[in-house]
């Protein structure tokens, strides 16, 4: 059910300048003359990969990939302690969305992504919606401050014992206090122990949140590599420590702004770090979005996940962009 296409390798690529002594990774595959689309990867932070492009049909879409500030190729990289991250906030990541698009030639494309990159794609196409075609998301967030209490302290009660270990490794911070902003400054802290102890009880953390799914058979956030690890979780806290920058809530009041652009939503049902809730708030805002609920799928999706997926890039690929 739902098979991905063949793997995929990059026919362009390269390291755009987008200000403040940042450069971007970017690449292209697929057919240059086919349909634009945008890949806008998760984390933050988690940089793009290549299992990505195989939900495209190479013949017909011309899909970009790139790696947000701080992350993957791009430099300078967060796990550097030196990295400067104040120029890495959410309006940064759009423009330079903004200036790739400009860069490739591209006069409109499809955004697709998941978790934190459907909050980036819903802040893009809101703030330039005349530039997008499409959407298509899987697992989806807005990362108001609420949803960021549920992932770090609400969900706790589902894994109690592990939420009393995350809490504790910022020493000093009370049950009710802003776990997140402690674990901002830790990542922050000049000693490299406490950085690299911070980061090894985040990812325990996230892991445990998703551990329903995975049934232990993987680590999607602590397998990473110690450096990739470390870019992870600073750019992490440091965008959830501030709201993602945006107003509370400002993403689903002004989904209005997405009339016209056709939408695709899929959700599990047993995403516990992104409850349902969210996604059925986004499909009533949005005029032209249709949510699929994935009742036997988590934050992670599966077969049925990638299948609906799947369908609606293909039947996207046939309307004009």
């Given at each position: 059910?739902?098979?991905?296409?063949?793997p995929?390798?990059?026919y362009?690529?390269?390291?755009?300048d987008v200000?403040?002594g940042?450069h971007?990774?970017?690449?292209v595959?697929?057919?240059?003359?086919?349909?634009?689309a945008?890949?806008v990867?998760g984390?933050?932070?988690?940089?793009?990969?290549?299992?990505a492009?195989?939900?495209?049909?190479?013949?017909?879409?011309?899909?970009?990939l790139?790696?947000q500030?701080?992350c993957?190729?791009?430099?300078?990289?967060a796990?550097?302690?030196a990295?400067d991250?104040?120029?890495?906030?959410?309006?940064h990541?759009?423009?330079?969305m903004e200036?790739?698009?400009?860069h490739?030639?591209v006069?409109?494309w499809?955004?697709?992504?998941?978790?934190?990159?459907?909050?980036?794609?819903?802040?893009y196409?809101?703030t330039?919606p005349?530039?997008?075609s499409?959407i298509?998301?899987?697992a989806?967030t807005?990362?108001?401050r609420?949803e960021?209490?549920?992932?770090?302290r609400?969900?706790?009660r589902?894994f109690?014992?592990q939420?009393?270990?995350?809490?504790?490794?910022?020493?000093g911070?009370?049950?009710?206090?802003?776990?997140?902003?402690?674990?901002?400054?830790?990542?922050e802290?000049p000693?490299?122990?406490?950085?690299?102890?911070a980061?090894?009880?985040?990812?325990d953390?996230?892991?445990?949140?998703?551990?329903g799914?995975t049934?232990?058979a993987s680590r999607?956030?602590?397998?990473?590599?110690?450096?990739?690890?470390l870019?992870f979780v600073?750019?992490c806290?440091?965008f959830?420590?501030h709201?993602a920058?945006?107003?509370?809530g400002a993403?689903l009041?002004d989904a209005d702004?997405?009339?016209g652009?056709?939408?695709?939503l899929?959700?599990?049902r047993?995403?516990?770090?992104?409850?349902?809730?969210?996604?059925r708030?986004?499909?009533?805002?949005?005029?032209g979005?249709?949510?699929?609920?994935?009742?036997?799928?988590?934050?992670?999706?599966?077969?049925?996940t990638?299948?609906?997926?799947?369908r609606?890039?293909?039947?996207?690929?046939r309307?004009?962009?």
């Amino acid at each position: 059910m739902g098979e991905l296409y063949p793997p995929s390798e990059p026919y362009e690529t390269g390291m755009l300048d987008v200000g403040d002594g940042n450069h971007v990774y970017w690449e292209v595959c697929g057919n240059p003359a086919g349909k634009p689309a945008l890949v806008v990867h998760g984390g933050p932070g988690s940089g793009c990969g290549t299992l990505a492009r195989r939900y495209f049909d190479p013949d017909r879409y011309r899909v970009v990939l790139f790696d947000q500030r701080g992350c993957g190729r791009s430099t300078p990289y967060a796990g550097d302690p030196a990295t400067d991250m104040r120029h890495n906030t959410t309006h940064h990541l759009i423009a330079d969305m903004e200036r790739l698009r400009a860069h490739l030639g591209v006069e409109r494309w499809l955004l697709y992504g998941g978790s934190w990159g459907s909050t980036l794609i819903l802040a893009y196409a809101e703030t330039h919606p005349r530039r997008v075609s499409e959407i298509v998301i899987a697992a989806v967030t807005t990362t108001r401050r609420s949803e960021i209490d549920w992932l770090y302290r609400g969900v706790g009660r589902h894994f109690p014992e592990q939420w009393e270990r995350f809490l504790a490794g910022a020493p000093g911070t009370p049950r009710d206090g802003d776990v997140v902003a402690a674990y901002a400054r830790l990542m922050e802290h000049p000693d490299a122990a406490v950085r690299e102890r911070a980061a090894a009880d985040w990812v325990d953390w996230e892991d445990t949140v998703v551990s329903g799914e995975t049934k232990g058979a993987s680590r999607p956030y602590g397998d990473r590599p110690p450096a990739a690890r470390l870019a992870f979780v600073r750019i992490c806290a440091h965008f959830f420590s501030h709201g993602a920058w945006l107003e509370e809530g400002a993403l689903l009041r002004d989904a209005d702004r997405l009339a016209g652009i056709p939408g695709v939503l899929v959700h599990g049902r047993l995403d516990l770090g992104g409850p349902l809730d969210t996604a059925r708030e986004l499909a009533r805002a949005w005029p032209g979005a249709e949510l699929t609920v994935v009742d036997d799928a988590g934050h992670l999706g599966g077969d049925t996940t990638r299948a609906r997926v799947l369908r609606a890039l293909d039947d996207f690929a046939r309307r004009p962009g």
